[in-house]
């Protein structure tokens, strides 16, 4: 019986140490977000500066330029390699909301119509397409990207208020972009857009 306290206690102990071990370092945070978060007003191959003011304008990429590159080898090849960044056990080329009747969240139409616009208007080649929309999705969506990054280094996002979790299996499909969700499933929601349009 001894045995077995001292072992509970031991191991206790040692969950203790680890949860201290994996508290918040800024520094840490700070040198992963410099590394693999885009910053506002930063320049992209296709000349438009990194900004959430661009959401509308990718999205309406979706509806207008989608229909006319969805078969191109580039389009496929771009959005079935990378994550969607809302339900990452999927490609962005499909994702867990998507269905044959165009269904989908406006934070991946939204890479979806960059790619579009990139093949048909600017001809870039695939792994530009698919540089550029990654650089996108890390800008638009810092926050699971900077989980993932905690978490490839062994660090838990946790203390950090950072998941991995997609914000689709979370309930933020309505929840815009800005504020760690897909930015609703229907008309676009992010409020930081509308105050500047009004």
């Not at 990718?58 to 080898?73: A, C, G, H, K, Q």
């Not at 969240?105 to 990654?134: M, P, T, Y």
């Not at 905690?150 to 946790?158: D, F, N, T, W």
Request: glycine content about 8%; some cysteine; charged content about 20%.
């Amino acid at each position: 019986m001894n045995w077995t306290i001292g072992l509970a206690i031991a191991v206790l102990a040692a969950v203790v140490v680890l949860a201290v071990a994996q508290e918040k370092n800024e520094e840490l945070l700070n040198e992963l977000r410099a590394e693999v978060i885009p910053v506002e007003g930063a320049e992209t191959a296709y000349g438009i500066p990194l900004s959430l003011q661009s959401l509308p304008q990718f999205v309406d990429w979706w509806y207008t330029s989608v229909p006319l590159t969805e078969d191109d080898p580039r389009y496929v090849d771009t959005l079935t390699t990378l994550v969607a960044p809302c339900c990452d056990d999927n490609p962005a080329f499909q994702c867990c909301c998507e269905n044959g009747e165009g269904r989908a969240c406006n934070l991946i139409r939204s890479g979806k119509g960059l790619a579009a616009h990139l093949i048909l208007d600017l001809d870039f080649a695939a792994e530009e397409v698919r540089g550029s929309v990654h650089q996108w999705f890390r800008f638009a969506r810092p926050d699971y990207y900077l989980a993932a990054a905690l978490e490839a280094r062994g660090v838990s996002p946790i203390p950090y208020g950072l998941t991995s979790e997609g914000s689709c299996y979370r309930g933020m499909c309505d929840t815009p972009a800005s504020q760690g969700g897909c930015g609703g499933m229907e008309a676009l929601i992010e409020p930081a857009i509308e105050s500047v349009d009004g």
